[in-house]
């Protein structure tokens, strides 16, 4: 059997190599504190099960979807109003996606030709260079370094890659980093996707996950944003719903109109049951979210605050459902320290070199786990004598 040349890019996931290590251990019957994948642990408010179950048991919604309903468009319009201040067309600027891992994907298809250049952060979650990839892009990496609190520096790009460059994406607050980006930067950004004519797509799907009384907004509130790109939002986090894949994409007439077109070739449009779950999250009652903000800042501050204690040198994120921490030096390489963590203590994190060139070094801690378990993931850290 003969296969397509751009599965020779592609190894086995870090996440299936991590998963089989958990596999083996638990098999064994030792203990395992699962930090590695960042798969929420907080189920939907009760409303938005319930809306899904009785959707679920219409037989009339079994048919095609096709599109987005009228009234997930407009509910989508209606949320980015009140809680970003934008206001979408809800035909032309908004596009529904099943989950923003298969929008990341599509959409670079949607804008990429073979040997087009895209900017993408490092380090960065997985398929914000996989999808790329698959479109048989150029990749150039944009750094994100400590000493810049890890936010990208447009003007360290070299003017011949900008120039080529068609398609970037950024994604504050940032997965694997945490970081969030100053106002000043995306003035920068918007200035920049002018200069050279390249598309933006802004990743916000922590937008509400943010701490110590922080708050953020939505790209497309910037001044010029909707000229230049889109932003990409999800329910995964913010609602509970990540298994149920629901996020959109917003913004540019023309970049949504494009993957909308590509869409309508690839999928029937998402399960009608789905898109009355998400009306009812983004339109209802909205406590859970903040429930759902404090049990992360709350597992945050156990992890953190006993791991630095016991001699782990790191900051506190300021937000997303993630920390980002240096190893020590006395090891080679992040996956070794992932495997001797692993085996000393049954935490198991994700090594940082998943996440590009610049994440060799630190490895990144999923905060879902509850707060008694992020307890006791300190706890036998702290006995392990690794620190």
């Not at 950024?170 to 694997?176: Q, R």
Request: contains cysteine; proline residues 6%.
């Amino acid at each position: 059997m003969k296969f397509a040349n751009r599965m020779n890019q592609f190894g086995e996931g870090v996440f299936s190599r991590l998963a089989e290590m958990r596999k083996k251990r638990a098999a064994a019957g030792l203990s395992v504190i699962d930090l590695s994948i960042g798969a929420p642990n907080i189920p939907p408010a009760e409303r938005i099960m319930k809306k899904l179950a009785e959707e679920v048991m219409r037989p009339e919604n079994y048919v095609y979807a096709i599109s987005d309903t009228t009234k997930l468009l407009e509910a989508v319009a209606g949320w980015y109003k009140s809680r970003y201040g934008v206001e979408l067309d809800p035909q032309q600027e908004i596009c529904s996606l099943l989950g923003s891992q298969d929008g990341l994907a599509h959409i670079a298809m949607s804008i990429l030709d073979p040997g087009d250049v895209m900017l993408v952060p490092d380090p960065c979650y997985p398929i914000f260079a996989d999808g790329p990839r698959l479109a048989g892009a150029e990749l150039y990496y944009m750094p994100q370094k400590k000493e810049n609190n890890y936010v990208i520096q447009l003007a360290d790009i070299p003017e011949d890659i900008a120039r080529r460059a068609k398609f970037m994406l950024v994604s504050y607050p940032n997965n694997p980093t945490a970081a969030m980006a100053p106002e000043s930067f995306y003035h920068e950004l918007i200035a920049f996707a002018r200069k050279y004519d390249i598309i933006v797509l802004h990743d916000n799907a922590y937008s509400e996950l943010v701490f110590d009384g922080r708050t953020w907004g939505s790209f497309l509130a910037m001044p010029g944003a909707r000229e230049v790109g889109v932003e990409f939002n999800s329910l995964s986090k913010t609602y509970g719903l990540a298994g149920a894949r629901i996020g959109f994409c917003l913004g540019n007439k023309q970049v949504v109109g494009h993957l909308k077109t590509l869409k309508s070739n690839m999928d029937y449009g998402m399960f009608l049951p789905i898109q009355a779950a998400a009306v009812e999250a983004i339109t209802g009652d909205q406590s859970s979210v903040a429930e759902t903000r404090a049990a992360y800042e709350e597992r945050r501050n156990v992890l953190c605050d006993g791991l630095i204690a016991a001699g782990w040198k790191m900051d506190k994120p300021p937000g997303t459902m993630f920390v980002w921490a240096q190893i020590p030096e006395s090891y080679k390489s992040s996956e070794e320290f992932v495997a001797d963590l692993f085996d000393k203590t049954g935490v198991l994190v994700t090594p940082g070199s998943a996440f590009g060139p610049s994440g060799e070094g630190y490895v990144r801690m999923a905060l879902v786990q509850d707060a008694a378990d992020m307890q006791r993931a300190v706890d036998a850290i702290r006995e392990s004598g690794i620190f």
